[in-house]
């Protein structure tokens, strides 16, 4: 690994713990770290606190005052969930709804009316039962459906109260912890409001050495559902379950003017997940949680630059509402966001965000699971700089970091003196490109789906960075994405409806499997939205599908935009028509840097040819998996699937410049080893080029056409060069 630039120190923030002084010292020097932090279990000493560091507090207001949430269990955040659908054998049938969910996490809310917050349905018509003809058994816990109809499919709905914080629960659970649950509060209720602030304020009292509150995150939590043995039922990173009370729907009804039902909270047992396209009333829902949650974050905030301290935020616990790319999140004043990364998106994801400054907490976090006999923490930190790099070259975070307990790091010296060399490769990409913006290409790349700008980079995500079938085909594309020399912005179809598409836009980018917000569903079906598109490719624009773009049965046709794409989907109604028969072509723009088996992931059967100008580059099982087309003036790309790596995403690159119709452009800056790239800051006279393997590569740098150097690359190896 080469750098080129002497080292130097500051930008790292490092997790430390008490009794770890001389450690923290020598890492001072070793990493260059200028700021210390603690973590959740974890201490700070007196001596670590006066060393000169910035000192991070880890706060998390909810969980903060146990004894409070004891004495006020009204105050504790709630949570509806849906039973296990039960078939009636009988017309009486019995319903324990919380059977198969944590016992230690959820409590059956019996203090409000079941008859009134309790919903039961039958799951085979659809009919909610008339309360009169079911009855909740305190004793027994159970609801009883008596003139049930047989054979037919029954849930209840239910309120429950959280009796153990989930992150917390989490960390003890990963960490083995013995100690005390912890409650969480909901600030919701004007009581524990007033108590949550003057428990910040005192706490800003009892930490005159901490310079920097990182609030975890703030209020509510997102959707980490565990079933009865403790394993995670439900996940979901955007959801917004845990700010839900009799309350707070009472205080939507006076503002919105109508009532919210369980089964808008439950949602058949799907919660609302990102990957549906949201009802008119989840996005009132969203929205009144987010003014709230904005507002009384923005108080906390005031309070602590009150007390002369900065205020950050981690992206990633409790952030259901402080949405970063909401229209609400500027209010909150916060002077910075930190957030941990597992790979390029998630990178992007932080570094995007519209703040003073970004922090990003890379993976592997110093837990028992990877730092242990047998685990390869190395390897682990490898993995995540390689993707992250690619982002950060794009997009560089302020600052870095890690999170956990630095006593399981330190005994693993061979990740200590890496994680060296990547502290300072950090260093150099703010000292070599001074802050100034990387080369993009002329035109702007926009990913189109339901949510548009506030799920910018967060699409196909479940939990963090983790792999998920049907997801990893298409984050593929997003991964790719966030290293390459594109501008990248995230429309929606409402966006579309009524602005028309961005002017500076030459891609638009639609990914995802048919009837998923991230495909679009039923929006295909709106008129002005497909000719709205049409008319803009036919003008030159260029479009990229990826799985089942534009997928909605309607009018005959699957794909809405087949005369766009050139490929068409058989679902089974058009299995009498002749399919014609394709031969793949040798050469194209698109496939020219291909060396061997393109990987589609699980990409998607029956795509056919449907246009005569389609020029078909791969197939898989029988099926088009990759293709070009085009429309008028404009140009189409087709492909199957996605997933992550460095063939695809040079693939990709190659496929966004000649949907744009701009392939001469992509050898403006251009790396002839598909193995590396380039990242190219022209106000600071510089530019890098990386080696995103494991092996040493050799390159040549590609200028306006022609090759301008020729470099070999150590192993992950990177060099900057003067212009």
């Not at 108080?299 to 009150?306: A, I």
């Not at 078909?616 to 140009?635: E, H, T």
């Amino acid at each position: 690994m080469t750098s080129g630039t002497p080292i130097s120190s500051g930008r790292v923030t490092l997790p430390v713990e008490k009794g770890m002084e001389k450690e923290v010292l020598e890492l001072a020097s070793k990493w260059g770290i200028d700021a210390v932090r603690d973590s959740d279990g974890t201490e700070m000493s007196e001596e670590i606190m006066k060393m000169g560091f910035e000192v991070y507090s880890t706060l998390c207001l909810i969980r903060e005052d146990n004894e409070w949430a004891k004495a006020n269990r009204d105050c504790l955040q709630q949570i509806y969930l849906m039973s296990d659908c039960c078939t009636a054998v009988s017309d009486v049938l019995e319903i324990n709804p919380i059977e198969h969910y944590y016992s230690e996490q959820f409590e059956l809310d019996t203090f409000h009316d079941p008859k009134k917050w309790w919903e039961v349905i039958d799951r085979t018509t659809g009919e909610v039962v008339d309360p009169e003809h079911w009855s909740f058994d305190r004793e027994k816990k159970v609801v009883i459906i008596r003139k049930a109809k047989k054979w037919h499919r029954y849930t209840v709905s239910f309120l429950a109260y959280q009796i153990w914080e989930p992150v917390s629960m989490y960390n003890h659970k990963t960490n083995n912890w013995q100690t005390e649950h912890r409650l969480p509060v909901d600030p919701r209720h004007p009581k524990a409001r007033a108590h949550l602030l003057e428990t910040l304020d005192r706490w800003l009292q009892e930490h005159p050495n901490t310079s920097i509150v990182r609030f975890t995150t703030f209020f509510y939590n997102f959707d980490l559902i565990y079933d009865n043995e403790g394993k995670e039922r439900q996940v979901d990173w955007f959801g917004y379950l845990s700010c839900v009370s009799p309350y707070a729907i009472e205080q939507f009804e006076k503002e919105y003017g109508y009532r919210l039902r369980p089964e808008d909270f439950v949602d058949m047992g799907y919660y609302n997940t990102p990957f549906r396209n949201p009802t008119k009333k989840y996005l009132d829902w969203m929205d009144f949680n987010q003014r709230f949650i904005a507002e009384l974050a923005a108080e906390c905030v005031e309070r602590v630059h009150r007390a002369g301290k900065k205020a950050v935020m981690f992206l990633g616990d409790h952030w259901a509402g402080t949405e970063p790319y909401g229209k609400y999140f500027n209010r909150i004043g916060l002077d910075a966001v930190v957030g941990a990364a597992g790979d390029g998106v998630t990178t992007r994801m932080i570094t995007d965000i519209p703040v003073k400054a970004t922090e990003v907490r890379f993976y592997p976090y110093f837990f028992p699971d990877i730092f242990c006999d047998g685990g390869d923490p190395v390897g682990e930190l490898l993995k995540v700089w390689l993707k992250s790099r690619r982002a950060l070259l794009r997009k560089p975070a302020d600052r870095m970091g890690y999170g956990g307990y630095l006593s399981l790091a330190w005994r693993f010296p061979d990740f200590i003196e890496r994680v060296a060399q990547i502290c300072q490769e950090f260093r150099d990409i703010h000292t070599m490109s001074r802050g100034t913006k990387p080369y993009s290409a002329s035109f702007k790349v926009a990913v189109l789906n339901t949510w548009g700008k506030i799920r910018s980079w967060m699409t196909h995500q479940i939990a963090h960075s983790l792999w998920n079938q049907k997801c990893y085909s298409y984050l593929g594309v997003f991964e790719a994405l966030a290293g390459l020399p594109f501008e990248v912005e995230f429309i929606s179809f409402n966006d579309i409806k009524e602005s028309g598409i961005p002017k500076e836009t030459g891609v638009i980018i639609s990914v995802g499997d048919a009837g998923t917000s991230w495909s679009g569903g039923e929006y295909w079906s709106d008129v002005k939205i497909q000719t709205t598109i049409r008319e803009w490719v036919a003008n030159g624009g260029g479009f990229i599908g990826v799985g089942e773009p534009t997928a909605f049965e309607y009018n005959g046709s699957f794909f809405q935009l087949a005369d766009i794409l050139g490929v068409q989907k058989e679902t089974g109604f058009t299995m009498s028509h002749n399919k014609p028969k394709v031969v793949p072509e040798k050469k194209h723009f698109i496939i020219d840097d291909v060396k061997g088996n393109i990987d589609h992931g699980e990409g998607i059967d029956s795509i056919y040819k449907y246009s005569d100008n389609l020029k078909v580059l791969n197939i898989q099982n029988n099926s088009i998996a990759l293709s070009a087309n085009n429309f008028v003036k404009g140009r189409a790309v087709y492909l199957a699937g996605l997933p992550y790596n460095i063939e695809n995403a040079r693939l990709l690159m190659r496929a966004i410049y000649w949907a744009a119709s701009k392939e001469s452009e992509m050898f403006d800056w251009y790396c002839d080893n598909s193995n590396t790239e380039c990242a190219v800051y022209p106000e600071a006279g510089r530019f890098v080029v990386i080696n995103n393997t494991l092996e040493p590569q050799r390159t040549s740098v590609i200028r306006y056409g022609e090759k301008i150097i020729e470099l070999d690359l150590q192993p992950m190896g990177y060099k900057w060069l003067e212009i």
